[in-house]
């Protein structure tokens, strides 16, 4: 790689763009786009003109599509971007910046594609698609405990790459292998290993970007306030992530699995009001969460029940795991025969529900997550329910998932642990101590058909609106990475500020207000601006 921070590079960059941008400004037919094209000056170029797709060209729609993982984006009706740019090099990142900003265009950063809205490839103002999806090394250091992982990696790379150098190393991140870096990373980014060792956020030591300025940037040069924003405050409101550096976590060389489930007949609701007591308070090294689902066809006689499944992770053999669940939450009848030892990296096949015995090779296949029609959203729970709660919250389910035309569930993910040690202000991420648990909303269907949409997203916010009871208040706090449009009004105009306050607050608690300080520190121009960015303000 070339240097991109030389005082060389940048001079020649700087002086490229300003000729080809003085010669576009005399251009009299010019449009934003256009205009963007010829300051990067991408036809006397063959690396970028080859990673330029504008919606002419014959793989613009395939490009377009290949990471868009919510059906509900894929219609004709989505708004398309006028360009995708798809940089192999790190400065011609750095001259889509420049080239956008100087134009007027907005752009958003796409790296897995994942967002829950879409947003990292749909807007209604006119902008391009930054796509990372060719900055994807992953370099891993086993005996240093690091590794350099760019952001158009996805997950399931990265647990390859580890399972490939060492049985007793893991990274604390996410369960669907097909997530990029880029986005999940930044938005804080969970999974099995969190009550042990917290975030994926929370084990970053070091990250490379670019700035709005289009200048590069590595933690030292951009300072700790920004590197503070990048983790868990998304990062997209900030800067392009180009790579991040992360610290490996140790995991034993053998995990436990297992995946038990009860219906309301067989004492659903007893286990889940005790698993709200045990599953924040356990060993660290367990994490066991609920999956909820309705079962309206349930028995062979078509009665209407609900399923509770215990999925547990343990770090270490299934003998220790039986005991501990055996003296802590003997109602669950753990057997060594639901019981599956294998090596971390195995164990996140099982979490990405492939069959046993699936080659970890599939961990590199960036299509085998298929796209539905989605709509996910999410609550943290305080308090525990009572039985009682339980009961409304199971009939409530059974009644929605009677009306939805797809497949309905909760998932009840634990917190406490080290969760409950890491201070609120430690990175931009505020959910920490006092979380009994993250409820996850699952919402899929198959027909295209946007009545059907919209009559299923209009029972799961009627859910939503009736779980109030049961979760956090004031604000009502959710999770970036379940992204969610509901939450507060897009903002658009003067009362931008305002509107971001309704869903800052509750993605981010009280380090909003750092956020949009740090914001109008590096961006006061809010170049990185999307609909649910973050706004500068002193
Ligand atoms: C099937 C599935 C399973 C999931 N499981 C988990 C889970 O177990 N744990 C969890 O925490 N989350 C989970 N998520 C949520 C996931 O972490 C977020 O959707 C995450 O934002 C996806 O990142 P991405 O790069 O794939 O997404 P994208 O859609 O590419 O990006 C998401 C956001 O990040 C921004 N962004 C992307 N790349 C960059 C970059 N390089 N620089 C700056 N900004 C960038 C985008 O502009 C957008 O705002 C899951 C999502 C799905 C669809
Ligand atoms: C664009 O506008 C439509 C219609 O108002 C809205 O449904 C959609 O959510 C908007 N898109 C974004 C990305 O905000
Ligand atoms: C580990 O880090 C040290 C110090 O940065 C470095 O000198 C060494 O080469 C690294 N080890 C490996 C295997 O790269
Ligand atoms: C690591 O990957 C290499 C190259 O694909 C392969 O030959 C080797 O067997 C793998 N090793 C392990 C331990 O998975
Ligand atoms: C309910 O079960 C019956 C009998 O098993 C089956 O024919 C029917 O398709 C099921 N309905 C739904 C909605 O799953
Ligand atoms: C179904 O419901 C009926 C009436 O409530 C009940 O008698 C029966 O035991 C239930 N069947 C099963 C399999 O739970
Ligand atoms: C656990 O079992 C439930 C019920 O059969 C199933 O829906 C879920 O996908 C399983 N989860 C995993 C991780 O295998
Ligand atoms: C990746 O997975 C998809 C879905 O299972 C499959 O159709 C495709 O053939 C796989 N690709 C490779 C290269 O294995
Ligand atoms: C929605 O949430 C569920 C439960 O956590 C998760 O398994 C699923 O992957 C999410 N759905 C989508 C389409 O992302
Ligand atoms: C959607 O609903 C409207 C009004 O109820 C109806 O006119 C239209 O035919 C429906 N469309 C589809 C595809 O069912
Ligand atoms: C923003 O401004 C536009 C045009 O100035 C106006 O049509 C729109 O209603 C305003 N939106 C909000 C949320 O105030
Ligand atoms: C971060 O947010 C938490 C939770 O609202 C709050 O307690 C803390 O004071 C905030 N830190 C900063 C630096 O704003």
Not at 25 to 45: D, G, I, K, M, T
Not at 161 to 186: D, L, Q, R, Y
Request: hydrophobic share 40%; proline share 5%; charged share 20%.
């Amino acid at each position: 790689m070339s240097d991109p921070n030389s005082a060389k590079f940048r001079q020649l960059l700087t002086l490229f763009i300003t000729l080809f941008s003085l010669s576009c400004r005399a251009n009299s037919q010019s449009s934003p786009v256009n205009n963007f094209l010829h300051c990067l000056n991408y036809e006397s170029n063959p690396v970028l003109s080859r990673s330029i797709y504008l919606p002419s060209h014959p793989h613009f729609q395939s490009v377009l599509r290949s990471r868009i993982k919510n059906l509900r984006f894929l219609s004709p009706e989505t708004p398309k971007p006028v360009a995708i740019v798809a940089p192999t090099l790190i400065h011609h990142v750095q001259g889509a910046v420049i080239c956008a900003r100087d134009n007027g265009l907005q752009i958003r950063i796409r790296s897995g594609g994942h967002d829950y809205e879409g947003l990292s490839y749909r807007s209604n103002v006119t902008f391009i698609i930054l796509d990372m999806l060719n900055f994807r090394s992953i370099d891993i250091d086993v005996e240093n405990e690091t590794a350099w992982v760019e952001a158009g990696a996805t997950l399931g790379e990265l647990y390859h790459g580890i399972g490939n150098k060492s049985n007793k190393h893991a990274f604390p991140s996410g369960i669907c292998p097909t997530v990029g870096i880029g986005g999940h990373i930044s938005g804080g980014g969970y999974g099995n290993l969190m009550r042990k060792y917290g975030l994926a956020a929370d084990h970053l030591v070091d990250a490379i970007i670019v700035d709005a300025l289009g200048n590069v940037h590595d933690r030292a040069s951009m300072g700790e306030d920004l590197f503070w924003a990048i983790r868990g405050g998304g990062g997209a409101s900030f800067a392009v992530i180009v790579s991040w550096k992360i610290n490996l976590v140790r995991v034993t060389e053998t995990v436990t699995v297992f995946n038990v489930s009860f219906t309301l007949e067989q004492g659903a609701t007893d286990l889940v009001y005790k698993w709200q007591q045990i599953a924040p308070n356990i060993d660290e090294g367990l994490y066991l969460k609920v999956r909820l689902t309705p079962l309206i066809n349930g028995t062979s006689r078509g009665n209407k029940t609900l399923k509770a499944s215990f999925v547990g992770f343990f770090l270490g053999r299934r003998d220790e795991l039986v005991s501990i669940i055996d003296k802590s939450f003997p109602e669950l009848k753990l057997t060594k025969d639901d019981c599956h030892e294998m090596r971390w990296v195995e164990s996140t096949l099982f979490y990405a529900r492939f069959p046993p015995g699936t080659p970890v090779d599939v961990l590199l296949n960036r299509t085998t997550w298929t796209p539905v029609f989605f709509k996910n959203k999410s609550d943290y729970v305080k308090n525990l329910i009572t039985k009682q709660g339980l009961n409304k919250i199971w009939k409530m389910m059974i009644d929605a998932r009677s009306s939805i035309r797809g497949k309905f569930y909760m998932e009840w993910n634990p917190y406490g642990g080290k969760m409950n040690e890491i201070p609120e202000s430690d990175i931009a991420f505020p959910h920490r101590k006092g979380n009994v648990f993250l409820i996850q909303y699952a919402l899929s269907w198959h027909e295209d058909d946007s009545n059907v949409s919209f009559h299923n997203i209009d029972k799961l916010r009627k859910f939503y609106a009736a779980m109030a009871p049961y979760v956090s208040k004031d604000p009502r706090e959710t999770f970036l990475n379940y992204r969610d449009l509901d939450i507060g009004k897009n903002p658009s105009n003067e009362t931008r500020f305002e509107e971001a306050k309704v869903y800052g607050r509750k993605y981010f608690m009280d380090n909003f207000t750092r956020l949009t300080k740090v914001k109008a520190m590096v961006d006061p121009s809010d170049f990185f601006k999307y609909e649910q960015s973050i706004p500068p303000i002193n």
